[in-house]
T-cell receptor, first 115, second 113 residues
Framework: EPEVTQTPSHQVTQMGQEVILRCVPI?????FYWYRQILGQKVEFLVS????????KSEIFDDQFSVERPDGSNFTLKIRSTKLEDSAMYFC?????????????FGPGTRLTVL | KNQVEQSPQSLIILEGKNCTLQ??????????LRWYKQDTGRGPVSLTI?????NTKSNGRYTATLDADTKQSSLHITASQLSDSASYIC????????????FGTGTLLAVQP
């Protein structure tokens, strides 16, 4: 069964460094999302992406964050200058369409630790 | 404010027993409600999805109910198995926007032998 994959599974970085989290969505999906989950807290929406554009972003997704689909398969989340509070699990998700009844399939997540 | 609240926060049951998890939401406009299962260190996996007009949906041993009038949902797990140990998250999709999901805090279920 097709699945969303994410790399790396765990990223450790120093405060102020740039990180790029990578995702490979399911191949026929057109809509892509990033979510984060701070330890012990709920999953929070960051951004949705379609047709090489951001569709919607949350207030968390400030200028330090950016997303890109550099080729036909990868979808990346870049954090330009990491802060301690960016430490969290980051989940990528994809869906075939952007219909609210469509299922979003989540990847296994990247655990980001900022020291 | 769009919120999804779940209870209990955690639950311990014996293998083979049934349990019911609760969800209350204040999301508006409402589009649909989903229950996800999240194993430790993994991404959420969809169990059920219900739209406004549906009041019950089953997926194997999982049965979800929805009361759109009271804005409440429940997830009933029958004949629990050790592999059911996970966090169960109630997720509401808001209508009119992109498919942005609003997550509850989850109920952590532990099934003991």
């Amino acid at each position: 069964e097709p699945e969303v994959t994410q790399t790396p599974s765990h990223q450790v970085t120093q405060m102020g460094q740039e990180v790029i989290l990578r995702c490979v969505p399911i191949s026929n999906h057109l809509y892509f999302y990033w979510y984060r989950q701070i330890l012990g807290q709920k999953v929070e929406f960051l951004v949705s992406f379609y047709n090489n554009e951001i569709s919607e972003k949350s207030e968390i997704f400030d200028d330090q964050f950016s997303v890109e689909r550099p080729d036909g398969s990868n979808f990346t989340l870049k954090i330009r200058s990491t802060k301690l509070e960016d430490s969290a699990m980051y989940f990528c998700a994809s869906s075939e369409v952007d219909d609210p009844t469509d299922t979003q399939y989540f990847g296994p997540g990247t655990r980001l630790t900022v020291l | 404010k769009n919120q999804v609240e779940q209870s209990p926060q955690s639950l311990i049951i014996l293998e083979g027993k049934n349990c019911t998890l609760q969800c209350n939401y204040t999301v508006s406009p409402f589009s649909n409600l989903r229950w996800y299962k999240q194993d430790t260190g993994r991404g959420p996996v969809s169990l059920t999805i219900m739209t406004f007009s549906e009041n019950t949906k089953s997926n194997g041993r999982y049965t979800a109910t929805l009361d759109a009038d009271t804005k409440q949902s429940s997830l009933h797990i029958t004949a629990s198995q050790l592999s059911d140990s996970a966090s169960y998250i109630c997720v509401v999709s808001r209508g009119g926007a992109t498919n942005k999901l609003i997550f509850g805090t989850g109920t952590l279920l532990a099934v003991q032998p």
